[in-house]
């Protein structure tokens, strides 16, 4: 079987999750990802396809910074730049799979390696599975809808607002499935090709079903958990002397940190935190991440590189962060209250989310990132405003065990 995961780490990482599940229980598997992924991808078993393109240059390029910088000021302005970046790198993790096609029996892929790996499965057989890690598909229920009108209730409305937000960002994620199509001399499907695509295809929602119940008019679609990678046993990972001192010196600290948003604000951005950790007397961990935010490294905020989320989150008093699903779920699973910086796609959803379920402030947009609203978040994560319910949302999302529950939806 073959996995496909075009994207970032948030996009790579579950699927490796499912992939190390899948050896786990007899399966030889590849995957097809960024070549800043391999070694991940290797040491859990599973055999790279790399694409020759590092997804770090790609979001650092000039369009990968217009994607992450725009994207908050409005939908049409963040779908533009999207389709701008898709278009400047449609070769992305598309090249390799020109000539897999007759080579597997099961594609497992996500929303933007879909059209591609549709093709591919029309000509040379083999069953699709779409994993989704955001809950796309059209619904009346609120809190399971990206960008709903009525987000509190279940309404009609919702249902036709995502039915044309997917009519409008098709397009766009067809790119990659195109330039393949053309490569192998076939003709583009565009938007109608994606969209046939994720109805052939058998769909799983990779998210826990304690942040979004199933609602009725998703028969069919097993929502199954966050397929966690779960690297770090207890007491296996070594932390960096200088963090475990600073972490020693005080109350619990409060972390901030974008992952793989890029950026041309970093230095505001690290501006922004120093003030607030000043003004709410709350120290940070300061994550450089791909924007690369430094830290002045004095007694209010501590600059780290990457640090294990799933040890860190259970180190601070809460989580200022950008919305990934990936990183809300952890901070979801660790019992971190939690407060989102929204920068493009599905954060603002998973920002929203994280409010409506008590766990942290109303989420801000990027653009709109202000010292005096991430004062207010670090207050609000040492007076303990959201431990109360992070600790019981917690106890729900560790019980769930995302791998093996997507595995058992695929029926192998």
């Known amino acids: 079987m073959t996995m496909i995961a075009v994207g970032s780490l948030g996009d790579v990482q579950p699927m490796v999750a499912i992939g190390a599940g899948l050896v786990r229980v007899g399966h030889e598997v590849r995957l097809s990802a960024g070549d800043d992924f391999e070694s991940l991808t290797t040491a859990h078993g599973i055999e ?59 594609w ?54 995502a039915h044309a937000g997917l009519r409008m960002i098709a397009p766009t994620l067809a790119i990659q499935g195109d330039a393949l199509r053309r490569r192998l001399g076939l ?47 207890a007491g296996a990972y070594a932390v960096p002397p200088t963090l475990a001192t600073f972490l020693a010196e005080g109350e619990r600290p409060a972390y901030v940190g974008f992952g793989s948003m890029s950026s041309r604000a970093a230095a505001e951005a690290s501006r922004m935190v120093a003030e607030a950790a000043r003004l709410a007397k709350v120290r940070v961990v300061l994550s450089s991440g791909l ?59 998973w920002g929203r989310r994280v409010h409506e379920l008590g766990v942290g402030p109303k989420p801000v947009l990027r653009h709109a990132l202000s010292a005096e609203w991430l004062t207010e978040a670090l207050r609000g994560f040492a007076a303990g405003t959201w431990s109360a319910a992070a600790t019981e949302m917690s106890d729900k999302v560790r019980g769930e065990d995302g791998v093996a529950a997507t595995i058992d939806a695929m029926a192998l």
Request: proline letters at 9%; aromatic letters at 6%.
């Open 48 to 106: 790279f396809i790399p694409s020759g393109v590092r997804v770090d240059d790609v979001m650092t390029s000039p369009a990968g910074l217009d994607w992450a910088g725009h994207s908050s000021h409005s939908s049409v302005a963040g779908l533009k730049a999207m389709r701008r970046l898709f278009e400047a790198a449609e070769e992305l993790d598309a090249r390799p799979l020109d000539g897999l096609v007759g080579t597997a029996d099961l």
């Open 108 to 161: 497992i892929t996500g929303g933007l390696g879909l059209h591609a790996i549709n093709t591919i499965a029309s000509l040379g057989g083999g069953r699709v599975v779409l994993v989704g890690l955001a809950p796309m598909r059209p619904t009346r229920a609120g809190w399971a809808s990206m960008a709903p009108p009525r987000p509190d209730r279940y309404s009609v409305l919702n249902l036709l607002t």
């Open 187 to 233: 003709k583009p499907t565009g938007g109608r090709g994606f969209l046939a695509a994720a109805e052939a295809a058998q769909p799983i929602l990779a998210v826990s079903p304690t942040v979004v119940p199933p609602p009725l008019d998703w028969k069919g679609i097993p929502v199954t958990g966050y397929p966690f990678l779960n690297d770090i046993e």
């Open 291 to 349: 924007a690369g935010m430094a830290a002045a490294d004095d007694e209010w905020v501590h600059g780290v590189d990457h640090v294990p989320h799933d040890w860190l989150f259970t180190q601070v008093c809460g989580a200022v962060h950008h919305g990934g699903a990936g990183t809300t779920h952890t901070a979801f699973r660790t019992g971190t209250p939690q407060a989102v910086v929204a920068h493009l796609i599905d954060q603002p959803y």
